[in-house]
C-alpha cells in the first residue's frame, strides 16, 4: 500500500504561482513513477506532468509546456508541481498519483495506468 498526502492548493490571481507537494509513504520501493492529474468540474481527469523515477525522465502536457515544472525529492519521495503564469482555464481539483510499471519506450500516462492516488487539492484561479 501506498499513501498519498497533498497539499499548496488555494486561491491565486491570473498570472500568479502556485506550488502543490505530494508525499508518498509505504511502499515506496514498488513504485516506476510519479504525477500529477487535474480533473475539472463535468471534464475528464487529464494528465498534467509525470516522472518517471529510473531515468528522472520528466513529460509534460502541451497545455502547460512552459509554465509548470514537475520535480522530485527522491530522499523523502516527494514530488512537487510548480505552477506559474496561471491561467482561468487551469482551475480544477489536482490530485498526484502513482504508477506501478512504466516501461522506457512509454511517454504517456492515461488515469487507468495509475496505482495510487491522492486526495486532490483544489487550484482556483482569479481575475
Known amino acids: 500500500q501506498v499513501g498519498l498526502v497533498e497539499s499548496g492548493g488555494g486561491l491565486v490571481q491570473a498570472g500568479g504561482s502556485l506550488r502543490l507537494s505530494c508525499a508518498a509513504s509505504?511502499?515506496?520501493?514498488?513504485?516506476?513513477?510519479t504525477g500529477w492529474f487535474c480533473q475539472a468540474p463535468g471534464k475528464e481527469r487529464e494528465f498534467v506532468a509525470g516522472?518517471?523515477?529510473?531515468?528522472?525522465?520528466?513529460y509534460y502536457s502541451e497545455s502547460v509546456k512552459g509554465r509548470f515544472a514537475v520535480s522530485r525529492d527522491r530522499a523523502k519521495t516527494t514530488a512537487y508541481l510548480q505552477m506559474n503564469s496561471l491561467k482561468l482555464e487551469d482551475t480544477a481539483v489536482y490530485y498526484c498519483a502513482t504508477r506501478r510499471f512504466w516501461p522506457l519506450s512509454d511517454v504517456r500516462w492515461t488515469p487507468d495506468e495509475s496505482q495510487y492516488w491522492g486526495q486532490g487539492t483544489q487550484v482556483t484561479v482569479s481575475s
Open positions: 509505504g511502499s515506496t520501493a514498488s513504485i516506476a513513477g
Open positions: 516522472i518517471r523515477w529510473s531515468d528522472h525522465n520528466i
